[in-house]
């Protein structure tokens, strides 16, 4: 006899709340596309049933009852691998990034389930990475991916002609069975096996796609970047994803955007730093600077000091879906010679002369040292 509850990690008598909190922690660990668990398709299937079970009030109280044998009473359906709950899948799989749903017999007819959500066509992720001024200003990009098509030959019917009603569950798609058990004789509805739910086999199958009506396909599509885009964001194309029956799914793309060798990014503020000498830092100047349209002119007031930041407004990366601008953070770093002529080696003992920063310094260690 199966534990569903122990399955789930769960003591028996556990509440809705409990349940479905343990099946989405157990689905999110042991779901094949992201899970490194040993059998953990196995197992995801296993955590799959029980939640089925458990979160059903009619069924678990049978199952508490009867155990095993609650399978017998009318209603039941066996459930299959990612369906056939009422749990928010959309929920659980963003916390882990889309596609890798199945393959074609997972989405197109594996019998497993009751088939309806095989029907529409999953949704695929795609990477693309960028450069730092592909996003700074927006760009169009080709990509190549994977999608499941229908047949173009047999136009996702899976058949060379006509179809014909199926003879296993005339055309209804479900078929039933009777169990009998010591509680009496119970009947359950399946999917049929012969035309996987759709009630209705190919006298002859499609050569193309060996009757599955679907196949695999390497598709181009040219996508537009939109200025201001930043690593994590994604683009949404409708319909773009794996085709199905009645829909297809979404196809989402992911940004990656590649870091530059002079500006760091920060939402749609960007930082860079540059260096100013020392007459520049003490006198004040004018000097130019690298902005993201090129160099512009920035004020540097006199005794400005290293590591001072200076804003200009409005010179940093487009807001998405938005006209307005980011703002740019230039750094100053005072660059001291390394080597001195002897006039300027003399010029500056002059300064220093008038600057008197050792004296200066003497009496800060004196203030400290008269308070001990």
């Known amino acids: 006899m199966t534990d569903y509850y122990a399955v789930l990690g769960l003591k028996k008598g556990a509440s809705l709340e409990e349940i479905k909190k343990a099946y989405k922690e157990h689905a999110k660990k042991f779901h094949p596309d992201v899970s490194k668990e040993h059998e953990a398709e196995k197992k995801f299937k296993e955590v799959n049933e029980a939640y089925s079970i458990l979160s059903d009030p009619e069924k678990k109280e049978n199952y508490d009852k009867y155990g095993d044998s609650y399978k017998g009473f009318s209603g039941y359906k066996q459930q299959g691998f ?101 509680f ?19 006298e002859n199958e ?47 793309i992911v940004i990656m955007v590649e870091t530059h060798d002079v500006f760091k990014r920060d939402d749609e503020d960007v930082y860079a730093e540059i260096p100013i000498s020392f007459t520049e830092s003490a006198l004040g100047a004018t000097v130019e600077v690298p902005t993201l349209n090129g160099k512009a002119d920035l004020k540097i007031p006199s005794s400005t000091q290293t590591g001072t930041i200076f804003k200009m407004k409005g010179k940093g990366i487009k807001r998405l879906n938005s006209e307005s601008f980011g703002d740019e953070y230039i750094k100053v770093i005072v660059d001291t010679p390394k080597s001195l002529t002897k006039k300027q080696r003399e010029l500056l003992e002059e300064l220093e002369k008038e600057t008197q920063s050792a004296k200066k310094r003497k009496g800060i260690f004196e203030k400290i040292l008269g308070k001990f």
């Open 82 to 182: 990612g369906q056939g709950t009422d749990f928010d899948f959309e929920d659980l799989f963003s916390q882990f990034g889309f596609g890798g749903f199945g393959d074609m017999s997972e989405m197109f007819g594996s019998g497993r389930g009751r088939g309806q959500k095989k029907d529409n066509g999953s949704n695929l992720k795609v990477e693309l990475t960028i450069t730092f001024n592909e996003a700074v200003f927006g760009t169009t990009k080709d990509i190549n991916y994977e999608r499941i098509q229908k047949c173009e030959k047999c136009k996702g019917s899976g058949a060379e002609g006509e179809l014909k009603t199926c003879a296993t569950c005339k055309g209804k798609g479900h078929v039933l069975h009777q169990q009998r058990t010591p």
């Open 184 to 202: 009496g004789i119970f009947q359950t509805q399946a999917v049929c096996h012969t035309c996987r739910g759709k009630g209705e086999v190919a």
């Open 206 to 252: 499609c050569s193309h796609c060996n009757g599955n009506g679907f196949i695999s396909s390497r598709t181009k599509l040219s996508v537009k970047i939109p200025a201001g885009i930043d690593s994590g964001n994604h683009l949404r194309l409708e319909g773009k994803g794996n085709e199905g029956r009645h829909a297809s799914g979404d196809l989402f």
